[in-house]
């Protein structure tokens, strides 16, 4: 124990030892706590680490993963993949993470006011002006308003000075459990109500046509999506950090081993 990642020690060796002892479900709880105050000092990248750990590890044992585990994973994910879409210019891809983000902004009580600055500025690009007047309007609540960065502070107050209704319709693709139409985002199906898993590199929910998965962690995506999203400069998979060439993208055929399985 001891490594320089920040963590609390005593909690990282009780979750080695509950490891050890095979007492899953504590040894789950204690990585959801570390997680947990990973996120509430802003470590995201930790408390992502510390989640995806656990999450390979109990699935490696062939045991459920509480479902708490897999949302917190899933909204810290959707805000790791945020920075390299905007970077490459995907605004949409990175709006969209920002909105998923930005409803649980509880869970990001470090930075409140740059996660929600961010999203409409995203949003603003991405010509989601609707949402980008939601969120600019939220921005100057008196809460808020005085932690905004004065570069943006102008601009958000013309957003909602100048309200522009217009909001690009999201796209919608087929549950992969009983094919209803549902948008891309959304990861809960109204038809069916079964939680569907989400595509480590865009962060929407899986179809069955264009299945592929990490070779290394074996997180499933959209085979497509997936294989572009590795051919920029740095190809390391968005959800284990291991090394991953385009070409290395495993496609998948049986969409139903990462189906119902992860979920009770
Ligand atoms: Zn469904
Ligand atoms: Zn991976």
């Known amino acids: 124990m001891g490594e320089t990642d920040g963590m609390p020690k005593d909690a990282k060796y009780l979750f080695r030892l509950y490891m050890a002892l095979k007492q899953y479900p504590e040894a789950a709880r204690t990585a ?4 947990r105050e990973e996120q509430n000092a802003g470590q995201y990248r930790n408390a992502h680490d510390v989640l995806f750990n656990m999450y390979e590890e109990l699935r490696k044992e062939g045991i459920k993963v509480p479902v708490d585990m897999q949302n ?5 994910h959707s ?14 891809i990175a709006a969209r993470l920002l909105i998923r983000v930005a409803n649980n902004i509880s869970k990001f009580p470090s930075h409140i006011v740059p996660i929600l600055t961010s999203t409409v500025i995203e949003c603003q690009k991405a010509g989601l002006k609707t949402s980008a007047f939601s969120y600019a309007t939220m921005l100057l609540r008196p809460e808020y308003k005085n932690q905004l960065d004065l570069k943006y502070k102008k601009k958000i107050e013309a957003i909602v000075r100048r309200p522009d209704k ?13 094919d209803f ?12 109500k079964n939680q569907i898993p989400y595509c ?13 998965a990490c070779p290394k962690c074996d997180f499933p995506a959209l085979y497509e999506a997936f294989t572009k999203f590795q051919s920029g ?4 998979c968005p959800m284990c950090s291991e090394k991953v060439a385009p ?11 990462y189906l119902n399985t992860n979920f009770d």
Do not use: F, W
């Open 32 to 35: 959801i706590i570390i997680a």
């Open 72 to 76: 917190n994973l899933m909204i810290l």
């Open 79 to 92: 805000y790791m993949l945020v920075k390299q879409h905007a970077r490459k210019g995907q605004h949409l």
């Open 166 to 178: 217009t909001e690009e319709e999201e796209t919608t693709s087929p549950c992969p459990y009983c």
């Open 181 to 192: 139409e549902l948008t891309d985002m959304e990861l809960s199906c109204p038809e069916c």
């Open 200 to 212: 480590i590199a865009t962060g929407v929910h899986l179809t069955k046509a264009d299945m592929g």
């Open 233 to 236: 400069d740095d190809s390391v």
């Open 247 to 257: 070409g290395d993208v495993v496609r998948v055929q049986d969409i139903t081993k």
